[in-house]
């Protein structure tokens, strides 16, 4: 059973960091897209960035330039996100997810992805 889980998120003032994971299991996303989705209260799910396989040329919200990192370790069937200069904008449930085609290139897409994960909460207080 394949399982995306997200992790590393919590409460943080304007101005700080975090760093989310999302650990894959079941099985392995070295070839595929994946992707980083958040939904604020009231709003519909939104595009925050995405890697291929190769982690060359991520693809990021405008809302996010600068200030996020995506990165992926194959290895370890794991991808992050490094959130600097965090913004009460910010605040969001962060969703995984990841592309079941091999190769595929990156998407800002929901439809394009295959794979969920449950969800980690980002807070930003001002």
């Known amino acids: 059973q394949v399982q995306l889980v997200e992790s590393g998120g919590g409460l943080v003032q304007a101005g700080g960091s975090l760093r989310l994971s999302c650990a894959a299991s079941?099985?392995?996303?070295?070839?595929?897209?994946m992707g980083w989705f958040r939904q604020a209260p009231g709003k519909e799910r939104e595009f925050v960035a995405a890697?291929?396989?190769?982690?060359?040329?991520?693809d990021y919200a405008d809302s996010v330039k600068g200030r996020f990192t995506i990165s992926r370790d194959n290895p370890k069937n794991t991808v992050y996100l490094q959130m600097n200069s965090l913004r009460p904008g910010d605040t969001a449930v962060y969703y995984c997810?990841?592309?079941?085609?091999?190769?595929?290139?990156?998407?800002?897409?929901?439809?394009?992805?295959?794979?969920w994960g449950r969800g980690t909460q980002v807070t930003v207080s001002s």
């Open positions: 997810a990841a592309d079941s085609a091999v190769g595929g290139n990156t998407s800002s897409h929901t439809l394009e992805y295959d794979y």
């Open positions: 079941g099985r392995t996303f070295s070839f595929n897209a």
């Open positions: 890697i291929d396989y190769s982690g060359v040329n991520p």
